[in-house]
Structure formats: structure tokens, C-alpha cells
């Protein structure tokens, strides 16, 4: 019944604000205020100290040739569309006060076609794009240009929905295949050679460059020079299924001999283990449905269905960095894959043919492997 009481109150309000009353435009004024200054709010939001720790895949700290060159024609095409802006607001602004209709103003000049005028507004429109197109053009060369001859090559795969990563050791002789986190090396130019054998993703690690899409039966490519060390983060650009969202990446940048050591690691076989409740676990990966998709050099695993485990404890994250790489999640990760995430071919503790009172022992030896 509250409505049918507040009903005349409303209405006094409404005719009130019809005979625009100083009530309104205060209220008027007021929410002119807050409309102005939320762009300022977004803006001190998204530009503080912590920029990179709440945005850490923001496009606005570049750290490659690739995304500086990005960032730069960003910016100035922003300015340049910032000033344009200014200027048109200003004289459309002006003309309309200047020009407004008066009750006895005589009626204005009639022009009918005026050559200067049209010569003006087509010429200063085409320099204004043409100072866009030439740094645009620069940029497109720039960022599609092939690798040099001391390229570091790796062979990006993209999986529903992971990433495999496979670099080439020993001059070639041997291959390196890692999963979720790719190493580079500061200083050295990278070309990555996108691939995908089943849908399309798109490779997107926002620090270093732009979005470049995996596509089945055709090699894309992507060259950038990483220039600080980090680690940063990525993820796939192209939806690919339910789990699209959770197909995520971290590139680690580091030093020449940081990756050069890394990479040695990397080739080398799976630790043996020592300790009694590893050698359980390893018994029990071994012998479990786990062989038939994953691979962990140095045992009879050779599947490549799943990522290759080898040095497996060494990553930071697991399954497509959603979560850190810990026992309390890699246990999650065991008992029930895919509710972790959704429509993995990683299957539940049932189908894997694993017990809960094994999950500890198997935890123990994926974690050994450093
Ligand atoms: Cu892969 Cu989206």
C-alpha cells in the first residue's frame, strides 16, 4: 500500500521538476558530477603503482620489439584522434553558439557549392590518414618481418586445452616438448611457429605482442626480442571449446644462461627416484591408464595425448596455468580432472583406475620430478 501513499508526493515531485525547479537542477547537477568523473575513476584505476599486479596481462607495459612498436602506434594514433577530436568538438561547439537561432535575426547567407571549402575538408582528412597509414604500414613490416638466421625456433602447439611447446637440442638430434610455460631468452630474437591439430586457437601473451591465431594445416608465425626478464602472462585468444577460458600460459624470460640451463634440464631424462613413496608413485604412474597419454623420458611413457611430465615439478602452474603447481591442487587436479576443467580429456580418479589412498604417493613422484 505504500506505493498508493507515496503516489501524490511523486506527483508534486514530477510537476516540481517540470517547472524546473531548483530541486531538479541541483539533482541534475549532481549526477553531472558523478557521470564526469567516472572516467577519471577508471582511469586512476587502471594507472596506479600496481598496474601489473592487479592487470597482469595488460597491453600497456610492453617488454618485446613486437609490442613497443604496437604500443607506440597505439599511442600515437590515440593523440592524433584525441587532438582531431578537441579540435572538432571546439569549432562544432563554437559555430553552434555563435550561430544559434535568435528570435530577429535575419536569415543567413545561402552558399551553394564554395571550392575551398570542399578542397579543404577532402585534403586535410587524407593527410591526417595519410600520417596514420605510413607509421600503420611501418608497423605491419615490422611485426611480420621473418626471423633472423640466430632465431631461437619453437614449435607452438595448441590443444584443447593446453599448450605444448617443443624446442629442438643437440643441433637438432633431439627435441625438447614442454607444456603451459615457455622459456625464452632475453636478447635473443624468438620465432614461434603456431600450430594446431585440432581447432583454432589464437596465441596471446599481451607483454609481448599481439594475439596470432594456431590454425589446423597452416604454420603462423610470431618474432619478437624479449627485453626484461619475467614472467608473464598469457592465454588463448580464440574460443576453442568449454574450457577455452582456462587455456592459459606463462612465458619466462630470462637470462642467456638461465635458459641455456633450463634447457639443459629440460633435455635430460626423468629423475630416479630415492625415496620409497616416490618409487610407489612412480610404480603406480607407470602402470596406470596415465601411460597411454603422457610421456616422461627415462620410463616406459611415451604417450603424447597429454602434456610431456618429465620435468613436471618444475613448472609453476598446472593444467594450463589455472592453478599453482602444489600438492593440495595437484591432488584436485588427480581425484576429479575434469571439474576442474570442464571436458578434459584428462579423465576422474574412476576411469584413471587410481585410488584415493594412491592419489598421495602419485602426487609424491610428479613431484620429484624436477
Ligand atoms: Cu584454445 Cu581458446
Request: hydrophobic letters at 45%; a positive charge; glycine letters at 8%.
Amino acid at each position: 500500500m505504500k506505493s498508493t501513499e507515496s503516489l501524490p508526493a511523486r506527483r508534486m515531485e514530477t510537476l516540481a521538476a517540470a517547472a524546473g525547479s531548483p530541486g531538479r537542477t541541483a539533482r541534475a547537477r549532481r549526477w553531472l558530477g558523478a557521470l564526469g568523473a567516472l572516467p577519471v575513476l577508471l582511469f586512476l584505476a587502471a594507472c596506479g603503482p600496481d598496474h601489473l599486479k592487479h592487470y597482469p596481462q595488460t597491453t600497456f607495459a610492453p617488454t618485446t620489439d613486437y609490442a613497443l612498436e604496437q604500443d607506440w602506434l597505439f599511442r600515437y594514433v590515440l593523440i592524433m584522434g584525441v587532438v582531431v577530436g578537441i579540435i572538432v568538438f571546439v569549432a562544432v561547439g563554437y559555430i553552434l553558439f555563435k550561430f544559434r537561432h535568435r528570435p530577429d535575426g535575419a536569415e543567413p547567407a545561402q552558399t551553394h557549392g564554395n571550392t575551398t571549402l570542399e578542397l579543404a575538408w577532402t585534403l586535410i582528412p587524407a593527410v591526417i590518414l595519410a600520417f596514420i597509414a605510413v607509421p600503420t604500414v611501418r608497423a605491419i613490416f615490422i611485426t611480420q618481418a621473418p626471423a633472423s638466421a640466430s632465431a631461437l625456433h619453437v614449435t607452438v602447439m595448441g590443444k584443447q586445452w593446453w599448450w605444448q611447446f617443443k624446442y629442438a637440442v643437440n643441433g637438432g638430434r633431439d627435441t625438447v616438448t614442454t607444456a603451459n610455460e615457455i622459456h625464452v631468452p632475453v636478447g635473443q630474437q624468438v620465432e614461434l611457429t603456431l600450430k594446431s591439430d585440432n581447432v583454432l586457437h589464437s596465441f596471446w601473451v599481451p607483454q609481448m605482442g599481439g594475439k596470432r591465431d594456431l590454425i589446423p594445416n597452416r604454420d603462423n608465425k610470431l618474432v619478437f626480442t624479449p627485453k626484461e626478464p619475467g614472467v608473464y602472462y598469457g592465454q588463448c585468444a580464440e574460443f576453442c571449446g568449454d574450457s577455452h577460458a582456462l587455456m592459459r600460459m606463462r612465458l619466462i624470460a630470462e637470462t642467456p644462461a638461465d635458459f641455456q640451463r633450463w634447457l639443459n634440464n629440460e633435455a635430460s631424462p626423468a629423475a630416479e627416484p630415492t625415496d620409497s613413496a616416490v618409487m610407489l608413485g612412480k610404480q603406480l604412474v607407470t602402470s596406470k591408464p596415465c601411460v597411454g597419454c603422457h610421456t616422461i623420458k627415462g620410463t616406459v611413457m611415451a604417450g603424447v595425448t597429454g602434456p610431456n611430465l618429465t620435468h613436471f615439478a618444475r613448472r609453476r602452474t598446472l593444467a594450463a596455468g589455472i592453478m599453482d603447481n602444489n600438492a593440495t591442487n595437484l591432488g584436485r587436479w588427480l581425484r576429479n580432472a575434469p571439474h576442474v576443467k570442464p571436458g578434459s580429456k584428462m579423465p576422474d580418479m574412476p576411469t584413471l583406475n587410481l585410488k584415493e589412498e594412491e592419489v598421495p604417493y602419485v602426487v609424491a613422484y610428479l613431484q620429484s620430478l624436477q
